[in-house]
């Protein structure tokens, strides 16, 4: 097998292809055009989305040439979900989205050399389209009965489903018809979740064009109990910062269960079989060291955030509990981590006492006196004594944070107003 195909099998990459042993025959003849699909359904792409991002780097760095399409039309229209029909959100807002996630996407990928990137959006050939040269040059190729075994249909007829969502397998196939005759793209890559999508621009351009493609699915990511990975109690993680911040992401990472560490960094992490195989002997003789997470929060948090920020929140993170400076921590540092470790606010004359309650450390006042009369109260690391403190500008961080901490695990942040 192609030693690309090899790896990424190895990374657990490929849940679905078309035909792995003449994909690996196509690879081994030189640089291939490929794309890979996002549909702006947010201002921000997640973490299942980054699957496939890495992966296109990955298959960029092996010498292939990456087209990376964003759906400025598809994104109108929406793929069939089982939980029932989208919102149709308006053209602006979904072009205002294309533009931001265009910009996310970018950054992962090198669009120098000769096999640079390429971003395209699907609005361009679709727009100007007209609906009878839709049907008969697209439609006439898809029979009805084939599209109404699809899994997600089948489970939304009952229900009902609008013939706008039912039709969106013929414009995704469309994309890919469209890019192999403009661009000479051989190869999709997508989801699982998309894999019959996929499969229909393969089978479309075979039927209309007479010309074999390739395709190929990967995984979707799961935790220990099965439940979909990249989603927290507060929602998904996401790669615009203002959304997720990197403080968050970088424990969402941390936090990856042991029985499921190694399946990530595979698919997240550019270290190679050895490195990885090492973390995972150290993850079963000494899980407690927690070291396969640490690297998998790393690495992530760079791809995404850089490694000035990844540095930042690790120290962030050691601050809070006692084991840094966190005069050292930057205003902006301090705010996103504000968010995530949760807290509230104070007024100007408040006490030391009032701090503790709207950080969240203790439930009242008099939990708060006992903490500090038992030294385990901490402001900003350092052990109150004083229950009847004011606090001022000058005793706090950046003149407003305090970092208020019961004992050594119970965190909270209090803003002043």
Known sequence: MNALLEDLKWRGLIAHSTDLDALGAHLDEGSVKFYVGFDPTA?????GNLVQILLAKRLQEAGHQPFMLVGGATGLIGDPKESGERVMNSKELVHEWVEQIRGQVSRFLSFEGSNAATMVNNYDWTAQMSVLDFLRDVGKHFPVNRMLARDVVARRLEAGISYTEFSYVLLQSMDYRELNRRHGITLQTGGSDQWGNIAAGVELIRRSDQKRVHAMATPLLTKADGTKFGKTESGTVW??????????????????????????????????????????????EAPFRREAQRALADDVTDLVHGKGEREAVVAASAALFGRGELQSLSDQTLSSVAREVGGGTFEGDATVVDALVAAGVVD????????????GAYLNNERI????????????????????????KTVGIAERV
């Open 385 to 408: 004594e004083d229950p009847e403190l004011v606090l001022t500008p000058e005793q706090l961080l950046h003149g407003r944070f305090a970092v208020l901490r019961r004992g050594r």
């Open 239 to 284: 790669l615009d910062p203002e959304l997720t911040s990197p403080y968050a992401m970088y424990q969402f990472f941390l936090n990856a269960e042991d029985a499921k560490v190694i399946d990530y960094l595979k698919v997240f992490s550019f270290r190679g079989r050895e490195e990885i195989e090492a973390l995972q002997q150290a993850t079963i």
């Open 364 to 375: 009242s006042k008099g939990a708060a006196r006992r903490a500090i009369g038992e030294g």
């Open 43 to 47: 201002k921000s792409v997640h973490t």
